[in-house]
């Protein structure tokens, strides 16, 4: 059973984002991000760890009492990130787990309900990777590329990730098409059973991923099945200063 099964969260955070460096240490009310979205993930988790490239990010989890481990500048998602915390956290703390959840580092008010719904999923043993999604509920959301939609089977597994609007509503018109079938949005939180996140993040990136700058894709197309579960909440994520204005 699932509340029987170890698992970690990790949280990757890194300070040279593009559109808005040392968000991590952004203050929203009197606490860093980073700091927030720790807490709310220790809501759900007995064992959280972020997992930076970046001394003032450790530092700073440090300061507030939380466990951080000190990762590559070179990884290229957070999966990657997530993948070398664990091996660390293994080594030096001897800490075993059998899932691990990748937590968005830019979501300070992530819900912890969120998280155990994404735990819940394994306790079906062929759960390999779990992720979670949100009906779209409105056009900008529908035709916005920033949103990644998902396509379900009647099984509660992830079809196919897009940033375009799918399915195509063949003989309607676009504006129509919320009203004519329903539309899932994925939210960015995953599960991984500890065996298969090593082997997902030896693969080589794939053409679907490549064509759509979804990492989700490269697992899709190497046959690995990612479990959905449907939320009605959506955490604001920062992405730049102006959200961080619009959150505060």
Not at 36 to 59: C, G, H, K, M, P
Not at 68 to 95: L, Y
Request: net charge neutral; with cysteine; aromatic share 10%.
């Amino acid at each position: 059973m699932a509340n029987q099964m170890r698992f970690v969260g990790i949280i990757p955070a890194r300070y040279a984002s593009t559109r808005f460096p040392g968000k991590p240490l952004a203050e929203i009310r009197g606490k860093s991000m980073i700091q927030r979205v720790y807490e709310q993930a220790s809501l759900a988790l007995e064992t959280v760890f972020v997992a930076t490239d970046d001394e003032r990010i450790f530092n700073a989890v440090k300061k507030f009492g939380g466990e951080v481990v000190m990762t590559s500048v070179h990884h290229k998602s957070g999966t990657d990130r997530c993948a070398e915390a664990i091996e660390i956290v293994e080594k030096e703390k001897g800490f075993t787990s059998d899932v691990v959840l990748n937590v968005q580092g830019d979501e300070p008010f992530i819900e912890p309900q969120q998280l155990e719904l994404v735990k819940s999923c394994f306790s079906q043993r062929n759960t390999e990777i779990a992720t979670l999604v949100k009906e779209i509920l409105s056009a900008e959301e529908l035709f916005d590329p920033n949103r990644p939609k998902v396509v379900v089977n009647n099984r509660q597994e992830a079809v196919y990730f897009s940033r375009t609007a799918i399915p195509y509503v063949r003989g309607k018109e676009p504006a129509t098409w919320l009203a004519s079938h329903v539309f899932y949005m994925h939210i960015g939180l995953y599960g991984f059973r500890r065996d298969i996140l090593n082997k997902i993040t030896r693969l080589p990136q794939s053409p679907l991923e490549l064509a759509e700058s979804l990492e989700q894709l490269r697992w899709i197309e190497n046959g690995y099945r990612i479990a959905v579960r449907t939320t009605t909440y959506e955490s604001f994520g920062v992405d730049t200063p102006e959200d961080l204005m619009k959150l505060r």
